[in-house]
């Protein structure tokens, strides 16, 4: 496994339909900068929506996963998620012209495919993996899901399914690392089973399905009007669908013995990214779906956020030399002792900020807050994590110095520990929006050792300082206002 983030080189597209919505959409992969992991712009709304493949964003997972964010759904996310998996990728914008992800050929090999053909560079930051410590079940007993995941230094899947079909009986599948996802499972189709097939199309769905993209499993004799029908439905005369012997419509040939066992395996990947970052465990699945694989992501989500939180921010080491200083801090924010509450900036991307405040019993604030029991206000720490987050906003335009930060708004506050004399705090801040019209959404945590101490999302906005004497900065205050009031 690389130790080093991972994104795509060149833009690459490609176009196909939905296999549900049946309608053309073209997906367009972009390079993407460290920490950003994926997200789908739907290019064909207003505003161009982002939806990010986080396991929180899951809204359906019937014959698919389906995200919703901003207004915005995508769907069939799972092959081309899988894909992105399977090559390393950690980073990666992915535009989309339309509801669903095109169908392809039912498998996650033309995503491989124009992935490796745009080329895949290294990025000069960590990958950052969840290692499992513990582990971790899931069941489902009426849906008869188990899963388990078990610590191992690499990320291995095996999976098995059984079917009571003469044609579908028990299948299994592994792999022991996901440089194997390429060569065993990238190219296996989706299936379905006739029965399945011709409910999907009673109820007017798989508008896109064709015998080009899924294996069509048949365990019983097909009545001539059912031919007739199917041959009606996918265009196609009724002497070119057959089935010579209970198994496979038109006898499509099968990439491998098990390729239904390894198709669920690719589902698996696909979906398991949604847990945000790349994974060492052993995960092991009995009769796994999308419902059973985006409920054990999110048992995963929360086991690697509980994970991070006891662990602290120690891959922010505090003691780091500054990549800006209290210097050049000063040159970008208007604010000064005792009310500049930023010592050093850590880290510095187009999407996030990390941030130290070194708390002393030097601060002024201390002696009425409270005497006797000095505890860092809440309000204080709010204003920290905003001026570091304003850094991240006023790097975005050539000359900050021209330039004030306005707090807009704030939701979803947390105080979880107290802050107080002798802690050091580290301000993590990262956009949740592509920034329009200056305004900034973003998230922070502020951590001290193994604790979180505040969780934010807050707004702002950057406006340029137009006269020396307060004037045009009032006139924008008094309108920030009048936005936050109505």
């Known amino acids: 496994m690389s130790e080093k983030q991972r994104t795509i080189k060149n833009p690459v597209s490609l176009k196909g339909k939905g296999l549900h919505t049946g309608i053309e959409a073209t997906v367009t992969f972009k390079p993407a900068p460290a920490n950003h992991w994926y997200k789908f712009k739907r290019v064909d709304l207003p505003g161009e929506p982002i939806i990010d493949a986080d396991v929180d964003n899951v809204t359906d997972t019937e014959r698919g996963t389906t995200l919703e964010q901003n207004g915005a759904k995508i769907a069939t996310t799972e092959h081309l998620l899988a894909a992105l998996v399977g090559l390393e990728i950690d980073n990666c914008l992915i535009e989309v012209s339309g509801p669903e992800i095109p169908i392809m050929n039912g498998s996650s090999m033309p995503f491989v495919e124009a992935l490796e053909s745009a080329g895949i560079v290294e990025q000069d930051a960590p990958r950052v993996y969840f290692e499992l410590k513990d582990n971790l079940t899931y069941e489902d007993a009426k849906g008869h899901i188990e899963m388990l995941a078990v610590p191992q230094e690499t990320f291995r899947l095996t999976v098995m399914v059984d079917y009571n079909s003469e044609v579908l009986g028990t299948q299994h599948a592994t792999i022991y690392s996901v440089n194997e996802f390429k060569k065993e499972v990238a190219a296996c189709r989706t299936f379905v089973f006739l029965h399945e097939l011709e409910l999907l199309l009673k109820h007017n769905l798989i508008k896109g399905g064709d015998f080009d993209n899924a294996i069509v499993l048949v365990d019983r004799e097909i009545p001539k009007e059912t031919m007739e029908y199917l041959a009606k439905v996918f265009h196609k005369k009724s002497s070119e669908i057959e089935v010579k012997s209970p198994g496979i419509l038109n006898n499509t040939k099968l990439n491998f013995y098990n390729e239904p066992a390894r198709h669920k395996l690719l589902d698996m990947v696909g979906d398991l990214a949604l847990v945000g970052m790349p994974l060492k465990a052993h995960i092991l699945a009995a009769r796994p779906g999308h419902s059973g694989n985006v409920a054990f992501a999110k048992k995963l989500k929360e086991a690697a956020k509980k994970d991070r939180f006891r662990k602290g921010v120690a891959r922010f080491n505090p003691s780091a030399p500054a990549l800006i200083g209290i210097t050049e801090i000063m040159n970008l924010l208007p604010h ?151």
């Open 336 to 486: 000064r002792p005792p009310f500049l509450l930023v010592d050093k900036i850590l880290e510095l991307s187009e999407t996030h900020v990390v941030g130290v405040k070194n708390v002393t019993m030097n601060e002024d604030f201390f002696r009425g807050h409270f005497p006797g029991n000095p505890i860092m206000p809440g309000v204080l720490q709010i204003e920290a994590m905003a001026q570091t987050g304003g850094i991240l906003a006023l790097k975005t335009v050539p000359d900050p110095e021209n330039y004030l930060t306005f707090f807009m708004k704030i939701d979803n506050v947390r105080f979880r520990n107290q802050v107080v004399p002798g802690d050091t705090l580290i301000f993590h801040l990262e956009l949740m929006e592509p920034v329009r019209r200056g305004i900034f959404k973003m998230k922070g945590t502020a951590y001290v050792g193994d604790k979180i101490a505040t969780e934010a999302e807050m707004m702002a906005q950057i406006a340029k300082v137009k006269d020396t004497n307060g004037a045009a900065i009032e006139k924008k205050a008094d309108k920030i206002e009048k936005v936050k009031q109505n």
